[in-house]
């Protein structure tokens, strides 16, 4: 089992910033792709941004240029770096750690609200 904590979410005003963190205690952390993913009440979970293993980083077409997924293996944490805010991405933020696509775990959220 892998336990995922999401942190650095908030109240931001549209055009500011937030970096979310996602830590886990677990020692093969560098082994998991990691996502982020965002959920809007009333609507379907979505895909934000994941990084491999390698530090492959991919991103929906959504947040391209205003988002960046960055890992620290050292720190068993990933990062989701976000700027330039509107008030459409206001969702729950989840961290998702998958590996091979045969185990896949989520964090249990972090509330993201961008709002004059």
């Known amino acids: 089992q892998v336990q995922l904590v999401e942190s650095g979410g908030g109240l931001v005003q549209p055009g500011g910033s937030l970096r979310l963190s996602c830590a886990t205690s677990r020692s093969s952390f560098s082994v998991y792709a990691m996502g982020w993913y965002r959920q809007a009440p009333g609507k379907q979970r979505e895909w934000v941004a994941v990084i491999s293993s390698g530090g492959t980083t991919t991103y929906a077409d959504s947040v391209k240029g205003r988002f960046t997924i960055s890992r620290d293996n050292a720190k068993n944490t990933v990062y989701l770096q976000m700027d330039s805010l509107k008030p459409e991405d206001t969702a729950v933020y989840y961290c998702?750690?998958?590996?091979?696509?045969?185990?896949?775990?989520w964090g249990q959220g972090t509330q993201v609200t961008v709002s004059a």
């Open positions: 998702n750690a998958n590996y091979l696509g045969v185990q896949s775990y």
